[in-house]
């Protein structure tokens, strides 16, 4: 699923090409993928693009006369730049949006079609659609440990809940809580001042961090991502996806705990004091403390 390094790296790279253009035509493949009725889609063609921004893990583009809408790509939804009025493969592509200099393409390659499309009168009636999370990059110290005490929960599922924070998935949180060294089954509640600060500045750094490297790699928006290049599992990443290989700062195996849908990466010496967390038996015990799909942690 795009998380909040991605879809940064979709606006950078959507701004310079939508933005002052007036959307000349829109079209559905699935009758599913809409999820509103009024507005209709077809009353945002012939206006402006003022705006590009992020709403969560949501992309929302506001126009000239108030209205927008607002994309959720979910876990496999991916956009696509083409040439205008470049021919689509109908069964991957939910839409389409032309532009005088380029077409917009929301596709879906798995067969669970979970993305969404909504449209609405106002960018203040989209912000209906944010589960309520505070931003991560823009959260203070403070404001961080307001968020993260709210309930007592692991650090995974605190992390990773969009009611807490406001665009971390399973990805970047292995990320952070591997940069923090803390594990992830320790109880928000239980850090210290000392651990709440170091995974504070763990989730400001992995997240910029990560953010201002794919836009560099895309050349500020030059270049757009294309099939597989928006991806949860990168070569670079130190705990998520690496399941088996060597932890790059002690060297021992990453290990996992799996629980339906989910899987957590993450160092048994780096992150627990040498000790390996049961599979099984613990994601068991975690019963709603631990995301059962991808949906419940989004919603």
Request: aromatic content about 8%; glycine content about 8%.
């Amino acid at each position: 699923m795009p998380e909040l390094p991605d879809i940064e790296l979709y606006l950078a790279c959507l701004r310079p090409r939508v933005v002052g253009q007036p959307l000349l035509s829109v079209r559905t493949f699935n009758p599913f993928v809409l999820r509103t009725v009024s507005p209709t889609l077809e009353e945002l063609v012939g206006h402006e693009v003022v705006a590009v921004r992020r709403i969560g893990k949501r992309v929302a583009f506001e126009f000239d006369d108030g209205k927008c809408t607002v994309i959720h790509l979910m876990v496999s939804g991916r956009f696509r730049w083409t040439e205008a009025g470049a021919t689509v493969v109908r069964k991957t592509t939910h839409a389409t949006w032309g532009f005088h200099d380029g077409q917009l393409v929301l596709t879906e390659m798995s067969s669970k079609k979970r993305a969404g499309i909504w449209v609405f009168a106002s960018i203040a009636d989209a912000e209906s659609l944010n589960a309520g999370g505070i931003d991560p990059l823009a959260a203070t110290l403070k404001e961080f440990a307001v968020a993260l005490h709210g309930e007592n929960r692991t650090l995974k599922r605190a992390l990773t809940n969009p009611r807490t924070f406001s665009g971390i998935g399973n990805a970047y949180s292995d990320e952070i809580l591997h940069t923090a060294g803390l594990s992830p089954l320790r109880l928000t509640q239980s850090l210290t001042e000392e651990e709440l600060s170091r995974l504070h500045e763990a989730t400001q750094i992995t997240l910029t961090t990560w953010r201002d490297r794919l836009i560099a790699e895309f050349k500020n928006g030059e270049k757009f991502p294309g099939a597989g290049q928006v991806t949860a599992f990168r070569p670079e990443f130190a705990a998520h996806g690496k399941y088996g290989q060597p932890c790059p700062v002690c060297g021992k195996p990453i290990q996992r705990i799996v629980y339906a849908e989910n899987e957590t990466n993450y160092c048994a010496v780096c992150q627990n004091g040498g000790k390996i967390l049961a599979d099984r038996s613990l994601s068991r015990l975690l019963k709603d403390d631990w995301p059962r799909s991808f949906a419940e942690e989004e919603n």
